[in-house]
């Protein structure tokens, strides 16, 4: 049975619209977005489970808008990086509680949403393709991927000093987290996480991902990029600020 409480969908209806639209029109600037707001109804654990299938089903529309334009040697070296962030999250996973988790993916939120107001990965000197570095990042993202799919700051953190082409850089970003996503399914299955509950929640939730993408296509020439990136990141940095707000006792 899906999930009924209409605070959930009050946060889960915006969160994969506006994630949605940041795949189909603003290269994923909001995926971080998503588990932050369901987090603040219902475990955070249980919210990326609900995410999971849905992010899928969006990584789809990136493959075919941008199949093979993508870096191929870059890939070679994130692929496997982020295969170890991911391996590492499923061994670790339910070694914390759902205050830490809350409390971590609070930090997460705040540090995405700080790092793109600073602009703290473009202000790297220009860089090359480096394994140590790629692999590095790259593993972090799968790792905090895997944890609350928010693992784009450390791919943009890695890529974005190389100064691609824009359209490689974006391809290059949509067939990392297609590939991550799909990876992660198999030990979100292991560790149970695709109960009847969460399928029928995502299956609902399902019809806003072409609503979102399709919106974020006709939106990306019609609003600044910058602005509408703005006022997410602040959305995001408030939604952090809670769940911090609400779980700080537990460290004290």
Not at 105 to 117: D, H, Q
């Amino acid at each position: 049975m899906l999930i009924t409480d209409p605070l959930f969908y009050a946060a889960a209806i915006p969160a994969v619209l506006l994630t949605g639209i940041s795949k189909g029109g603003f290269g994923s600037a909001l995926g971080g977005m998503a588990v932050p707001l369901m987090a603040l109804t219902i475990p955070p654990v249980q919210a990326a489970a609900v995410m999971l299938p849905i992010l899928c089903l969006m990584d789809l529309v990136g493959l075919r808008a941008y199949f093979r334009k993508w870096d191929s040697d870059n890939l070679k070296i994130m692929l496997p990086g982020a295969l170890i962030g991911i391996v590492l999250g499923a061994l670790t996973f339910g070694m914390l509680s759902e205050s830490v988790i809350r409390l971590l993916i609070g930090a997460l939120a705040i540090a995405f949403a700080v790092n793109s107001w600073l602009g703290l990965a473009a202000r790297r000197n220009v860089a090359g393709r480096s394994v140590v570095k790629g692999t590095f990042w790259c593993g972090v993202s799968g790792l905090t991927s895997f944890i609350a799919h928010a693992g784009g700051p450390p791919v943009v953190a890695y890529l974005l000093p190389q100064q691609l082409d824009k359209v490689r850089y974006v391809a290059t970003i949509s067939v990392f987290f297609a590939f991550v996503n799909a990876a992660k399914l198999v030990p979100y299955a292991w560790l149970g996480q695709f109960s009847s509950d969460n399928l029928a929640t995502s299956l609902a939730l399902a019809p806003l991902v072409p609503l979102g993408v399709r919106f974020g296509m006709w939106l990306q020439d019609r609003i600044n990029t910058l602005w509408f990136c703005r006022i997410a990141q602040t959305g995001l940095l408030v939604t952090g600020i809670q769940l911090i707000y609400r779980d700080i006792g537990y460290l004290f």
